[in-house]
DNA sequence: CTATTCGATTTTGTATACAATGAATGTCCA
DNA sequence: TGGACATTCATTGTATACAAAATCGAATAG
């Protein structure tokens, strides 16, 4: 699972990538994002070292940003870990971003140029042409894309920089909450009604329009309480 | 100037304290707070080390933390130095705290218990006796009590630690942009009238009091286009 | 007098060694 | 069998050495 990674990484390192920690924080970030490390996946630094061919102390300098940005979880004296926020933590997070990326794209309301509108309808495409496919790495990324652009291209770049953290938190706890059954976190049309409101100058219907999504994607997570626990238990119970 | 700070810090190590990256940042981003340490001061790593008592490891960890909460700015090869956010950013962190600000005592209203509104009163009483006696160091303490209470109280914990970062933000550009006849931004009974709406519950009215105390705190400042850059050209131009 | 270049000093970047802590496993005794 | 304890291994915490880069100042050429 996780060799794909390792592979990739590798690849840089023949290809002579000069490797910073910012490298590998972003690295690490697009893993995450792209749930190729699920959540409590253990990150030792001699190992991501090795990986990267570096030496520990660069690999520390990345896992310290990484926690800042809640990426991952330290704990003194103990490995750091992927971030497995809690079922309230995560209704935080979605609320948190239901504030400022509605924010976001009320301030953006007619701020996007012919070229910029044009780039995000081809994620859109793009990422419906991939849920069409089945592919759902695919999807997932062109997803993010259109989420990130936004982010990046806020006029308020401090609010653009808190959106681009909460847009990785989100993707973790999809990745810890999804429910089991469901394929996809696709909602069909959301993505190209934003654009429509952005392009109209709409700054409330796109701020609602945000809102909406992503609180229906929330509501496809599992986040009944008792979750993980429970699951031993009920497999390896007394009754068995 | 920066004796003062120099002097506690050893106070701790004489008294044994354990001197830990946390504990660092803590010094610097409270030394920040009360603007003892002014936007663009530098911070080697040595230096700091020395005062901590501590290895450069230790400083640098405070340091990447300090800089991802955009505390201090970071160049490759270069001192670190306390932000001094430009003209436009500053703006922008005043709009994002007004927006995450709002929404937190939005949420916080009708919350505290009567205890957590005693402590708050007590918070303003506190700050508008300072101002009476014209310290305006307790001042600032007192007041920047008030906004971390209710960060820290935030029902939404995320948006809570945005809001603990925005008010240290906000500390630094004050520091940088007050107007300079101006011994004080103490805007009276704003403080007292937000603790009076979140004790009747009404959230909008809350949110309504902090963003207009932010937009007043933020026209107390000279945000004026051309400032540092000019005062060279105006005194020691072609001119003299 | 100004601009530039060179060198000395300061400061950060990286690797590594050693200490300290934690987790896991195995052992002993009741 | 079951639990307390000790040992071992894995992993992080800290200090330090050396390399690389930037800054500052002085000397020099124009």
Known sequence: MSNNWHDEVLADVEAGVRINDRHIVDRIRQAVLMQRLPPGTRLPEVALGEIFGVSRSVVRKALTRLASDHVITQQPNQVARVSAPSIEETREIFAARRLIEGEV??????????????????????????HLDDDEAQRIEHSLAIHHYLADHSPNRTLGAMLSDLILCTSIVIALYKRAGLASCYLENDHAELLALLERSDAEGARHCVQTHLTALEALLDLRPQDKSIDLAAIFGKTG
Chains 1, 2 share one sequence.
Do not use: F, N, P, W
């Open 105 to 130: 794209v009320a301030l953006l309301a007619g701020k996007l140029d012919h070229d910029q509108c044009r780039t995000v309808a081809s994620y859109i495409e793009a990422e419906c042409q991939a």
